[in-house]
């Protein structure tokens, strides 16, 4: 009676074909290794950039999604100056409604209070110097003769 034996590894799969006490033909198939290693030290699969890539696309359709139904929602509540009109012409074709003076003058003024707000809600203080600090001059090192 004649066995196969089947060895599986990680870039490689052995076999061997056994009769009662000798092998009869044994053989081993190497594949590659499912990282690049020569274009840099990680081991980040292709399948894991294609993945992050696509997670990326997926994370700003849908941080651009929100901002729209947000700006519907606005519209609908009479908050927001802009129509519906222009809201559909605006997600349609991606040109920003430069002819309603009203909102344009109001998204200005309104970035400036949702950013105070994203920065209490990240813990930033009022008055907190840490992130608006001045860069120093670039000092020249060198040898005085």
Request: proline share 4%; hydrophobic share 35%; net charge positive.
């Amino acid at each position: 009676m004649k066995t196969l034996g089947i060895d599986l590894g990680t870039n490689s799969l052995g076999w061997a074909i056994l009769d009662e006490q000798t092998v009869l033909k044994a053989g081993v198939l190497v594949f590659e290794e499912g990282v690049n290693r020569e274009q840099s030290d990680s081991l980040e699969t292709p399948a894991a950039v294609r993945r992050a890539k696509r997670m990326a696309r997926r994370l700003r359709f849908r941080r651009h999604l929100r901002r729209r139904l947000i700006l519907r929602i606005l519209i609908d509540n009479n908050m927001c100056p802009l129509s519906v009109e222009e809201l559909k012409a605006w997600t349609q074709t991606g040109h920003f409604p430069k002819d309603n003076v009203t909102f344009i003058g109001t998204s200005r003024e309104s970035v400036g209070v949702l950013g105070r707000h994203r920065q209490v809600a990240q813990g930033v203080k009022q008055g907190d110097s840490s992130d608006f600090r001045v860069p120093e001059p670039p000092r020249q090192i060198g040898y005085e003769s």
